[in-house]
């Protein structure tokens, strides 16, 4: 069983991609929406709320963790792997490889929080594959409300997310990368924002390696395809938000503390 962990229902963009290449696979989400969003939390919250949420995922047996929250990913990711050194942990690296291999004008826009660009994972990805390149970093305040309303093609989407393309174009970006999973479901208005530029997602390559993962650990003997998605916010709203992203379906339930245990 794979775990998909995020602050809301951003995530679902890596479930997606999984379901797209492995349909049989059992998937277990947590929408910590209790908390969403966490890009303009301190980074000692953030890592507090994500390792509480990853004992919880660990309780429940599931191997391996996607931690598909690219805030979450640059915060407490590190913390994750040493509190559970035997359970692999698939982060949100922002793709700045593959963007630096595609650019032409030598200048990438990376759309993110503001936690994601001052993380150390995205100085780390750009020293290491970029360093000859421009990185220019957007912090996107407000997408992530955007798309936890359910709202992804508005007038007030399509304004907010030029808005905040308008200066990656003008720095002259030719690949955008998205570094929020929330992100691709606004794709739609990101591409009409920033026409003929490269768009990349790295929920595909995340899927890749957590299938990779799951089936090193047995995940073939039981395979179901079913989805089971959790939250620590509303129920109802979660249910809401699966169909008007058009999810998998699948049991949808609340997280509580007794479950821990």
């Not at 390792?51 to 047996?61: F, K, T, Y």
Request: aromatic share 4%; net charge negative.
């Amino acid at each position: 069983m794979i775990a998909i962990y995020d602050s809301g229902i951003g995530g679902a963009s890596v479930l997606l991609a999984v379901r797209a290449i492995a349909p049989d696979v059992d998937i277990l989400y947590l929408a910590d929406q209790a908390h969403v969003p966490y890009g303009d939390r301190s980074p000692d919250d953030i890592r507090a709320i994500a390792l509480d949420c990853a004992d919880w995922l660990v309780a429940q047996g599931a191997i391996p963790v996607v931690v598909a929250c690219n805030t979450a990913s640059a915060v407490a990711l590190s913390a994750m792997r040493a509190r559970y050194p035997d359970i692999p942990f698939v982060g949100m690296v922002p793709a700045v490889k593959p963007a630096a291999q595609q650019s032409v004008s030598g200048v990438i826009g990376v759309m993110a929080t503001a936690a994601t660009l001052q993380g150390q994972l995205l100085a780390d990805v750009t020293h290491a594959h970029a360093p000859h390149l421009t990185v220019v970093g957007q912090p996107c305040h407000g997408l992530v409300e955007f798309v936890e309303a359910g709202d992804v093609d508005s007038p007030s989407v399509r304004q907010a997310v030029a808005s905040h393309v308008a200066p990656l174009v003008a720095a002259g970006a030719d690949v955008l990368v998205l570094g929020c999973t929330h992100y691709p479901f606004l794709r739609a208005a990101i591409a009409d924002a920033a026409p003929g530029i490269t768009i990349i997602d790295p929920a595909p390559a995340v899927a890749q390696q957590a299938i990779r993962l799951s089936l090193a650990h047995g995940a073939s003997i039981h395979e179901r395809g079913q989805t089971a998605y959790y939250t620590t916010g509303s129920v109802s709203h979660l249910q809401w938000q699966i169909a008007a992203l058009g999810l998998p379906p699948g049991t949808v339930c609340a997280r509580t503390k007794e479950q821990q245990t």
